[in-house]
């Protein structure tokens, strides 16, 4: 059974950084991609970085590009966003999500995930 479980999320300055995780099981790296989305009250959910099966490749949404960063630990089964110099417009809902063999076109795309997390929040403060 695929599961994914967030933690990370909390109240932070303008300016600070947060670390979020992913606990995964279930599957492989080998053959599922990992991506991080968000989601804000009143806004619709939207990619913010994937971590493709496989070889690892990264990618991100321009609004993050900089600031943000995905890895993951295969030791640990655990997918982290590494974020950075938050602002008051990354406030959201953090999930992460998991499916096997998507391309690279849709990584950012809500349906194009299978699997998804509860959430964890993140609040940023001005």
């Known amino acids: 059974e695929v599961q994914l479980v967030e933690s990370g999320g909390a109240l932070v300055q303008a300016g600070g950084s947060l670390r979020l995780s992913c606990a995964t099981s279930?599957?492989?790296?080998?053959?599922?991609?990992v991506g991080w989305f968000r989601q804000a009250p009143g806004k619709e959910r939207e990619g913010v970085a994937c971590?493709?099966?496989?070889?690892?490749?990264?990618y991100y949404a321009d609004s993050v590009k900089g600031r943000f960063t995905i890895s993951r630990d295969k030791a640990k089964n655990t997918v982290y966003l590494q974020m950075n110099n938050l602002k008051p417009e990354d406030t959201a809902v953090y999930y992460c999500?998991?499916?096997?063999?998507?391309?690279?076109?849709?990584?950012?795309?809500?349906?194009?995930?299978?699997?998804w997390g509860q959430g964890t929040q993140v609040t940023v403060s001005s």
């Open positions: 279930g599957f492989s790296y080998d053959d599922y991609a």
């Open positions: 999500a998991a499916n096997r063999d998507i391309s690279s076109g849709r990584y950012s795309d809500v349906d194009a995930y299978n699997y």
């Open positions: 971590i493709s099966s496989g070889h690892g490749d990264t």
